[in-house]
């Protein structure tokens, strides 16, 4: 099975780093396209193959994925048109608010036919086979399905969902990972001012983190019933957290999530 990523800016190129180090597709099995010869030059030792022709990538692969900004889609999939076999190959679209409707659109063919198609969210941590992925199949059968998520569970988690909740998908995770970051970011700016070196502040609060998800996933606790362990009556832990709400953090946080709607 070969696998085509068209488009290797920070998503694709993250897709693409995610399925190096997997164990689905070989890197010869990987064919990676982009029009800057430069992007490229970032796979060319990896052992996959590399072009700046869009349609050399498309008729060569079983999967078909083109992660480009949203704005390009329209351009990039009308050009890969008629190079593409719907019979026998699946397109996978990675792009924020493009439709299902917009994209079968573009890819019907003068006899009606259309391409199996998923609609997919992932996250930068595709890279390191740690997403958040979203897909959303659209006249795929269950085998597709089914290949299609365990292809993205490899690298990462993966939710099969429902067209009308991807922007949420979005928000939660896509934007998400960024809001984990600016978290990561003042807590590691706080343990400089509490006396910590900033390389070793970012170190600890970085595994302080990873830590609070491994507990999470591996007790399924709710995360207020994790709280109730480390809050003692009167204790510190407790005092910080009060702190943190009188500025409004849980509210923050929720109206961040809203407002990317």
């Given at each position: 099975m070969k696998i085509s990523v068209i488009g290797a800016g920070a998503m694709g190129g993250a897709l693409?780093?995610?399925l190096l180090k997997g164990e689905?597709?070989?890197?010869?099995?990987?064919?990676?396209?982009?029009?800057?010869?430069?992007?490229?030059?970032?796979?060319?030792?990896?052992?996959?193959?590399?072009?700046?022709?869009?349609?050399v990538a498309a008729e060569g692969a079983d999967i078909v994925c083109v992660v480009v900004k949203p704005w390009l889609v329209e351009t990039?999939?009308?050009?890969?048109?008629?190079?593409?076999?719907?019979?026998?190959?699946?397109?996978i679209v990675v792009a924020a608010r493009v439709t299902a409707k917009s994209i079968q659109q573009w890819m019907a063919k003068d006899d009606g036919s259309l391409p199996p198609l998923f609609l997919c969210i992932p996250n930068i941590a595709i890279a390191q086979r740690a997403s958040m992925?979203?897909?959303?199949?659209?006249?795929?059968?269950?085998?597709?399905?089914?290949?299609?998520?365990?292809?993205?569970?490899?690298?990462g988690n993966t939710i099969v969902t429902e067209e009308r909740l991807l922007a949420a998908g979005t928000t939660l995770a896509s934007c998400g990972i960024a809001y984990a970051m600016r978290?990561?970011?003042?807590?590691?700016?706080?343990?400089?001012?509490?006396?910590?070196k900033a390389k070793e502040a970012q170190q600890i609060v970085e595994q302080t983190v990873k830590g609070a998800v491994e507990l999470l996933q591996a007790s399924h606790m709710h995360p207020e019933a994790a709280i109730d362990l480390?809050?003692?009556?009167?204790?510190?832990?407790?005092?910080g957290l009060n702190e943190m709400e009188h500025a409004g953090f849980t509210s923050a946080v929720i109206r961040g999530l809203k407002a990317a709607l």
């Open positions: 693409v780093e995610g689905t597709f070989s890197p010869a099995d990987i064919t990676v396209a982009d029009p800057s010869q430069e992007v490229l030059n970032r796979f060319s030792t990896t052992g996959a193959s590399i072009t700046t022709e869009n349609n990039v999939l009308k050009g890969i048109k008629e190079s593409l076999n719907y019979n026998k190959q699946l397109l992925t979203f897909l959303v199949p659209v006249g795929t059968n269950e085998q597709q399905t089914r290949m299609v998520k365990d292809i993205f569970d490899e690298l978290y990561i970011r003042a807590a590691s700016e706080g343990g400089v001012e509490l006396g910590f480390v809050a003692t009556p009167g204790g510190v832990t407790i005092k």
